[in-house]
């Protein structure tokens, strides 16, 4: 289970990477504003444990970027020495799932992050992405950076499918037989092509859905696609 700390206190994200290497947590440390989007732009994580304060920008700004451009929806736990309620009540509403004042005891930022990790679990069971396209499979709801974008109940269908098996060719025929069970339409009907054709168009992303040639067709996995 991946974890990033945002921290560009030295002495501080050491004390806290060792703490959840103890229990068995890998850590990444990013030490401020633009190492942390690095980080962010390369790898997933199953929670981010923010600063409020980095040497290079601040921790409640970074967080606000990624909630309002739909780039993370990752739980993210904010620590910091601000104690006022004014504070923890303007961290909440830039999409923090939880705040910590500083100094805390391990004993509860080990439980708070407990309760975020199981949060986090059932969330990523309804919602997929890939790059800037978030299906949220409950609501039938699909995003583009942030975007709502209107499919058909087909089109969401097979959207949804390629999002579950992103990296995996999926033939036409596979593609026919999940839209429909007639094997008289699944071998005659160019519906898999129209529906492909529209789902590219809709979401503005002519690559997102890519064509392998003589087998059928696939999404990159975490692509960011312009």
């Keep these: 289970m991946n974890i990033l700390i945002i921290e560009d206190d030295v002495a501080s994200a050491k ?7 103890s229990e068995k947590y890998n850590c990444d440390v990013a030490c401020g504003y633009f190492d942390a989007k690095e980080y962010l732009d390369k ?6 444990l923010l600063d409020w304060n980095l040497g290079d920008g601040d921790g409640l700004s970074l967080l606000k970027e990624m909630r309002d451009n739909n780039l993370i929806s990752t739980p ?3 620590l910091s020495a601000n104690s006022e309620i004014d504070d923890r009540v303007r961290v909440l509403d830039c999409g923090a799932d939880d705040y910590l004042c500083k100094p805390y005891s391990n004993i509860e930022l080990l439980a708070r992050m407990r309760v975020l990790l199981r949060k986090g679990s059932q969330e990523k069971s309804s919602v997929i992405c890939a790059g800037d396209v978030a299906l949220h499979i409950a609501t039938h709801e699909v995003f583009v950076n942030g975007e709502s974008i209107v499919l058909t109940t087909a089109e969401f269908d097979l959207l949804e499918l390629f999002m579950k098996n992103q990296n995996i060719v999926l033939t036409k025929y596979q593609l026919s037989e999940y839209l429909n069970k007639d ?3 699944i071998k005659h009907s160019n519906l898999v092509e129209v529906h492909i054709k529209n789902i590219r168009k809709k979401l503005n992303r002519k690559d997102f859905i890519q064509n392998v040639r003589g ?3 696939k999404i990159e996995k975490s692509s960011v696609l312009i």
């Design 183 to 185: 094997n008289y339409s």
């Design 76 to 78: 993210v736990l904010m």
């Design 215 to 217: 087998v059928g067709y």
């Design 43 to 48: 790898n997933s994580y199953a929670i981010i």
């Design 15 to 21: 004390q806290l990477s060792q703490l959840l290497k």
